[in-house]
């Protein structure tokens, strides 16, 4: 494991990382002020994905680190896309229509505290007029 | 594994390596492990969040484009410099600690911490913005323009308060371990022998910056074509 | 080869308790609540998940003690929502889920693998203070007049219409998580880098694979619900409505968030449970576990699997059914690897020389009740039978099949087996055995009815049920006292033994593995010498015939 810290980055190194830093972050706000539909989304996460990638290579030193680390680093990244794509997959394929006849309550701008919202009494039988 | 670990327990002269280990490389390569697996763990704990930001997003597209227009993106884009600035010093800040150079170590770690309270002054005048807007849900929360319904822009204003507020608190917590750091640095404790808590504090503040690098676009760079 | 078997009690003559060992190390209070030994921080965590226990325990008695009767003449039913509720998140998140890892895993991870001790001790003391705080804020919420969400904390019950106390509630599971998180953080770097010369990974025990798996499912998964918490939390408070369906949130996206960590957690439970079984089996049965490394990358299986299959709990919820076919196939593929395990102990068992131990006897119970447990979670996990059977006794059955006839088991089990080194002293035998066979008929009498009468469409949490199902459920309650009598039996042979028992030596069960090569109780510093690994894992062939 010495081999960790046997090549670093250099101080020029680090001003060429920085540098294309601050240009990805000047391109990603050019570019939303474009419309290019749908694939401002991917335009957009795509450049934080390579910002991304040069902060993690380069200031986190992944690029010089060993296999497990480079592994571990990944593993965030992979276990959240778990997350939001399996989560996706339920909410944009519902096909789910409102009950009939729900009327969400009116949207109240300035709530009070909590005390405010009615807690029914519920009798044994009678339906719930919250759903 | 490496074989080098190989010797009976004996007392450890170097006063740097803790009596679990068998040696500073043991040491080094269990604490580098040790934050990557935090750091996974912190990435999935800002993505519960960001999941249900995207779900949102994917719900109600006009109000989270109308919410987000409210949102200042000359400050933002600012903030993002300073913490891309912050990130830099922070690197440079290792690479002196590995260098023995204290000096330059204390300074870039003062750079750092300098960064990081303009980041939260800015976050504080956007903050009190929104407080004077009425944006702040669960504090007055009110919005009157034609665009975007109030109940869905009030969720994008939960978002942005729960995931803005969340990475504040990460960089307060950052900046709070700074101060000791930055004295340690000043006592002369960090050298090429030993620098790892510099190493480790950086891979934490580059995450902390890594979490701004994603709210960025995704809280203040909607819909900005269609104005 | 020709077995050795295991030395009777009162063939061991002659031995002594070490001099010194991490028990005689300091008397002093300070000495154990600033510890930084691993095995006296899994001491710590043995008396207060004992506690948890017998506190979840009770809450269960009471939800028993109401169902003995159709009507709701116990309690009222917002009381009996209390009590589920409570019983829930004691037992799974201040029992179940700590409770073979941060005590056993604590105990005999640095001891299995040659280590001194775990990568980082502070953090390790550290999360056994978080777990006690966590620990207060519930019993807090308890003392201030309970929780009746539900252990699920389901939106927007929770988070804007419950009247009781969310918030102490939710920041004791939230705390919870983070002892959690800590302690499989401390884990995947100890295996990682503090194994002894020679250990190589196809050499570790399969304990050690199962708790590496337990602890990626711990660092990757807890965060989740961590966020999730705040978010509920934060909506009670500040009336956000990101969960609130009148205010356009969406109650079924904090399911998703909830399960997503919940699903991998009862992996969390189940999998070190069944590391345990592998040691217990190759001990008593003196041979290697058949297919190490199909049993060791199952382990693997289920953590990276179990994350893909969440969405079986919320087949019912308006889910889509695009989503809910795709949790479901692959909910079917994570049973494989469970059941690659049950069928290598099982072979690891064929033409074995087996020796009833009380160790051995608790892991057939595990052994049974699981494949019973997991096999039910299939017939839930297709989801026509689940729109039957969701939210019915079927599923509290199933449940608790696994996490109690499994888990429970294979703590139990676990505690027996590696007693005589955590206090250097046997336990009597007979009154083990004896506990094992109540809890074993108990724990059968409990909960097989419960499929019956889910099945039949008894509702659970539910205070008052119709009358035909009343035989059901006092047979139900007449277990649970039976089962109460198995648990009660060790809280007293047990502690009896530390001071009484015979001294056991350093290997009373002629087992194989580092942690029984060292006296027992082991040093602070565990090894005198770093020890070299040679042989594999299990190697009782090797064994000599002379007794210790």
């Known amino acids: 494991m010495e081999l960790e810290h046997s090549h670093h980055p250099t101080v020029p190194l680090y001003l060429l990382v920085f540098g294309a830093l601050i240009v990805l972050t000047g391109i990603t706000v050019l570019v939303a002020f474009q419309d290019f539909g749908v694939m401002n989304n991917v335009i957009a996460l795509g450049i934080a994905g390579i910002k991304t990638t040069l902060v993690v290579l380069f200031f986190m030193h992944v690029k010089y680190s060993s296999r497990l680390t480079k592994m571990f680093a990944a593993a965030g990244a992979f276990w959240l896309a778990i997350l939001i794509s399996f989560t996706l997959s339920d909410t944009l394929t519902r096909k789910s229509h409102p009950v009939q006849g729900w009327v969400p309550l009116p949207f109240v701008q300035t709530p009070g505290p909590i005390e405010s919202v009615p807690f029914v009494e519920h009798q044994p039988g009678q339906a719930s007029e919250h759903h | 594994m490496s074989e080098s670990h190989a010797h009976a327990v004996v007392a450890h002269h170097d006063p740097t390596v803790a009596h679990q280990f068998d040696d500073k490389a043991q040491q080094t390569e269990a604490v580098t492990l040790g934050m990557w697996a935090f750091l996974a763990q912190e990435v999935l704990f800002f993505g519960a969040v960001f999941t249900g930001y995207t779900v949102y997003r994917s719900y109600y597209p006009d109000s989270f484009i109308a919410g987000s227009h409210h949102l200042d993106i000359k400050l933002g884009g600012f903030n993002t410099a300073v913490l891309i600035a912050s990130s830099l010093t922070m690197a440079l800040a290792v690479h002196a600690a590995q260098n023995t150079k204290r000096i330059r170590l204390v300074f870039f770690l003062l750079a750092t911490l300098f960064l990081g309270f303009v980041f939260l002054g800015v976050k504080v005048i956007e903050y009190g913005d929104k407080f004077h807007h009425h944006l702040i849900p669960g504090l007055g929360f009110l919005w009157a323009e034609p665009h975007g319904d109030p109940k869905h822009v ?68 909607l819909g900005l074509h269609a104005q | 080869m020709s077995a050795v078997p295991i030395p ?67 309690l009222e039913a917002e009381t009996y929502n209390k009590m589920f509720t409570m019983h829930g998140v004691i037992m799974i998140f201040f029992v179940l889920i700590p409770s073979i890892p941060a005590i056993l895993g604590n105990f ?3 001891l299995m693998i040659g280590a001194r001790d775990v990568a980082f001790p502070r953090l390790n003391l550290l999360s056994w203070y978080v777990f006690m705080t966590g620990g207060v804020f519930l019993m807090t919420a308890a003392i201030f007049g309970g929780v009746d969400t539900g252990w699920t904390f389901y939106t927007p019950y929770s988070s804007v219409y419950s009247n009781t106390n969310v918030m102490l509630a939710g920041m004791g599971a939230f705390t919870a998580g983070f002892s959690s998180i800590l302690t499989g953080l401390n884990f995947i770097v100890t295996i990682h880098t503090m194994r002894a010369p ?31 918490l705040v978010l509920m939390m934060l909506e009670r408070s500040l009336h956000l409505g990101i969960f609130d369906p009148n205010l356009g949130g969406d109650p079924v ?60 709990h919320l087949f019912v919820s308006s889910q889509s059914v695009y989503a809910g076919m795709a949790f479901s196939l692959i909910t079917f593929l994570v049973a494989v690897p469970s059941a690659i395990k049950t069928f290598n102990w099982t072979a690891t068992m064929y033409k074995a020389s087996i020796s009833y131990e009380s160790p051995m006897v608790f892991a057939f119970g595990f052994l049974g009740l699981f494949v019973i447990g997991g096999v039910t979670g299939l017939f839930l996990g297709a989801i026509g039978l689940d729109v039957h059977m969701h939210d019915t006794y079927f599923v509290v059955a199933h449940f608790h099949y696994i996490m109690v006839g499994g888990e429970i088991m294979a703590f139990l089990g676990a505690l027996h087996f590696w007693w005589p080194k955590m206090f ?13 066979a109540l809890v074993f008929i108990g724990f059968n009498l409990t909960f097989f009815p419960q499929f019956l009468v889910g099945y039949l469409g008894m509702p659970r949490r539910y205070h008052t049920y119709p009358a035909e199902f009343q035989l059901f459920n006092v047979l139900s309650t007449a277990g649970a006292s039976i089962l109460g009598v198995g648990y009660l039996l060790p809280f007293f042979y047990l502690p009896w033994s530390i001071r009484f028992g015979q001294v056991a030596g350093p290997n009373p069960w002629r087992a194989k593995g580092l942690e029984w090569q060292v006296q027992s109780p082991p040093l602070t510093e565990n090894f005198e010498q770093t020890p070299i690994v040679t042989e594999e894992a299990y190697e009782y062939s090797h064994l000599e015939a002379k007794v210790v």
């Open chain 2, 154 to 221: 009030q969720i994008f204003y939960s978002f942005y308060f729960a995931m803005t507020g969340m990475h504040a608190l990460h960089m307060i917590i950052g900046a709070a371990i700074l101060l000791p750091l930055i004295w340690m640095a000043i006592r002369g404790r960090f050298s090429a022998a030993y620098y790892a808590p510099i190493e480790m504090f950086g891979l934490y503040w580059h995450f902390v910056d890594i979490v701004w690098i994603f709210l960025f676009p995704l809280l203040y760079l």
């Open chain 3, 8 to 74: 009777r009690q009162s063939e061991t003559p002659g031995l002594e308790m070490p001099r010194q060992h991490y028990l005689n190390a300091g008397y002093s209070i300070k000495s154990w609540l600033l510890t930084l030994d691993h095995k006296r921080i899994a001491i710590l965590y043995l008396i207060s998940v004992s506690a948890f226990f017998v506190m979840g325990a009770l809450f269960a008695g009471m939800i028993r003690l109401e169902l003995l009767t159709p009507q709701g003449d116990l």
């Open chain 3, 108 to 110: 005999l991870i640095p």
């Open chain 3, 198 to 228: 020679g250990m190589t990974w196809f050499r570790l025990p399969l304990f050690i694979w199962a708790h590496y798996a337990t602890s990626l499912i711990q660092v990757l998964a807890t965060p989740v619900i961590a966020m999730t």
């Open chain 3, 253 to 312: 996206l904090f399911q998703h968030l909830f399960w997503f960590y919940s699903h991998p957690a009862v992996y969390i439970m189940i999998l070190p449970g069944m590391g345990v079984i592998s040691e217990i089996i190759a001990c008593f049965t003196r041979r290697r576990i058949f297919g190490y490394s199909f049993v060791a990358f199952s382990s693997l299986g289920i953590a990276i699997i179990g994350f893909f299959v969440w969405g079986h």
């Open chain 3, 424 to 436: 250097g002293r046997k336990y009597p035998e007979g009154w083990a055995i004896l506990a094992a």
